[in-house]
């Protein structure tokens, strides 16, 4: 099993930036993806990024051309950086590992919040 902990959420004016980190620690050799998510009060949770383990990165519309999400493996460590924030990114932001052999993500953190300020 993977454990995941994500950290660096905050709140931040618009237009501002912000870097979360996800630690990964456990069995992280099994894992083959990690992705982002974020959940925002009253709406479904929903998909922001993710991270393939060749590097391969593919984004969501609603982030693309301003996040970027990389990964430190030594660290065990994937971050989502995001640029130009707006006050709709507000919201809980999960990561989530895929493990080899699985069809869909298998270990989530606990989420930190992103509060963007008007």
């Known amino acids: 099993q993977v454990q995941l902990v994500e950290s660096g959420g905050g709140v931040v004016q618009a237009g501002g930036s912000l870097r979360l980190s996800c630690a990964a620690s456990?069995?992280?050799?099994?894992?083959?993806?990690m992705g982002w998510f974020r959940q925002a009060p009253g709406k479904e949770r929903e998909f922001v990024g993710r991270i393939w383990s060749d590097g391969t990165t593919y984004y969501a519309d609603s982030v693309r051309g301003r996040s970027t999400i990389s990964r430190d493996n030594a660290k065990n460590t994937v971050y989502l950086q995001m640029h130009r924030l707006k006050p709709e990114d507000t919201a809980v932001y999960y990561c989530?590992?895929?493990?080899?052999?699985?069809?869909?993500?298998?270990?989530w953190g606990q989420g930190t919040q992103v509060t963007v300020s008007s």
């Open positions: 989530a590992g895929q493990s080899s052999g699985t069809s869909g993500y298998d270990s």
């Open positions: 456990g069995r992280t050799f099994s894992v083959v993806a």
